[in-house]
């Protein structure tokens, strides 16, 4: 009796073997069913996709048409982007010649009144000089000028002359004796310098002859003074000299 009802327990009762439900379609046809539920989805998909600019009023054709006359709109703007751009820098090129022109031709002024300047300081020295009737006798300067052009480089000019008995040219060189303060001293410098093989300036005249050129001093000299002399060749005997004094 107890064997039974152990039995009975153990199918019926809370401790008995779980009971499962299963499907009764088959696992291929679920699978089929499956894709074909894929197939109607993705079917849906694409005719939504494809026929979509008739759902919302949207011209392919139109669009199509749109793009490519866009392109070629754009094609075309670059072309003549490129075109303005050259001849920008064209212009940019050319006002950039005609401001070095100008400049050029405005140094040019300034040097061409400056050489008037002088020329009118001379031409008034020999009328008066012509109209006096005499001349000096022996070599004589005017109009002597030693200006200074960019950091410690000087300009000179002069008007030689020679008066009384003119039976020859006089010829000669020209040299330059500086004084200069340095390093707390006074230094001399002479141009040209012969040790240095600089060229002498050569003087070969009767009457008159104009004399110009540039000479420079060291960075840290300050001019005081500068003293022309012209000697005469051959010799080197010193028939001139003057100074000019800076303070």
């Not at 094609?75 to 075109?83: G, H, P, V």
């Not at 050319?94 to 020329?119: C, F, K, M, P, Y």
């Amino acid at each position: 009796m107890r064997g039974i009802a152990r039995r009975l327990r153990s199918n019926f009762g809370i401790r008995s073997a779980r009971m499962s439900i299963r499907s009764q379609m088959a696992w291929h046809w679920r699978w089929l069913l499956n894709i074909s539920m894929m197939l109607v989805v993705a079917g849906v998909v694409w005719w939504l996709v494809e026929n979509s600019y008739r759902i919302t009023g949207f011209n392919r054709e139109e669009a199509r048409q749109q793009l490519t006359s866009l392109t070629a709109e754009n094609r075309t703007l670059k072309k003549d982007l490129e075109s303005v751009r050259g001849t920008l820098n064209e212009r940019e090129r050319q006002l950039q010649i005609d401001h070095a022109s100008q400049g050029e031709l405005a140094r040019s002024v300034a040097q061409l009144q400056e050489e008037n300047a002088t020329l009118k300081e001379d031409l008034a020295f020999l009328r008066k000089m012509m109209s006096s009737g005499a001349t000096p006798e022996g070599l004589g300067v005017s109009n002597l000028k030693v200006e200074q052009e960019g950091r410690n480089e000087y300009r000179y000019r002069m008007l030689l002359t020679q008066g009384g008995q003119r039976k020859q040219d006089f010829k000669g060189r020209l040299q330059l004796v500086a004084q200069a303060q340095q390093g707390g001293a006074v230094h001399t410098f002479t141009f040209p310098d012969d040790s240095a093989g600089q060229t002498a300036v050569a003087v070969e005249f009767r009457f008159y002859q104009k004399v110009e050129g540039r000479f420079r001093l060291p960075d840290d000299a300050t001019l005081k003074s500068v003293e022309v002399r012209v000697l005469a060749q051959p010799g080197g005997q010193v028939k001139l000299s003057r100074t000019l004094n800076f303070s």
